[in-house]
């Protein structure tokens, strides 16, 4: 199991043992994370599951692609960590990956 660390606007954190494929959004979802509202279902067609991802790992999970890029103007807040939850698959490679849920979604 790949470990997830999704921290709520409150600071709780939700530290989450995942399966590899699946994605942050549906971790936070399937674990009842507040403040990831996933209206699309993960089709990347809206942006209500933006979260941060944390600094230390920013270079690691990348930048988001063109069409991420395009919802991402849809959320709120964002910041150069700022990404869709629905578009960061698990890997071992983000085995401790720490994402921030901000104050509200679009």
């Not at 941060?52 to 890029?69: F, H, I, L, T």
Request: charged share 25%; aromatic share 6%; glycine share 6%.
């Amino acid at each position: 199991m790949t470990k997830l660390t999704i921290v709520a606007f409150d600071g709780t954190r939700h530290d989450l043992d995942v399966q590899n494929g699946s994605t942050v959004m549906e971790n936070a979802v399937r674990n009842s994370v507040p403040g990831i509202e996933a209206e699309c279902g993960g089709a990347c067609a809206c942006a209500t599951c933006h979260v941060y991802v944390d600094e230390a790992w920013s270079a690691a999970v990348g930048a988001p692609e063109a069409m991420e890029e395009d919802m991402l103007d849809f959320a709120y807040d964002v910041k150069p960590t700022s990404r869709l939850s629905c578009q960061i698959k698990m890997s071992d490679a983000f085995d401790g990956l720490v994402v921030h849920v901000p104050e509200r979604q679009a």
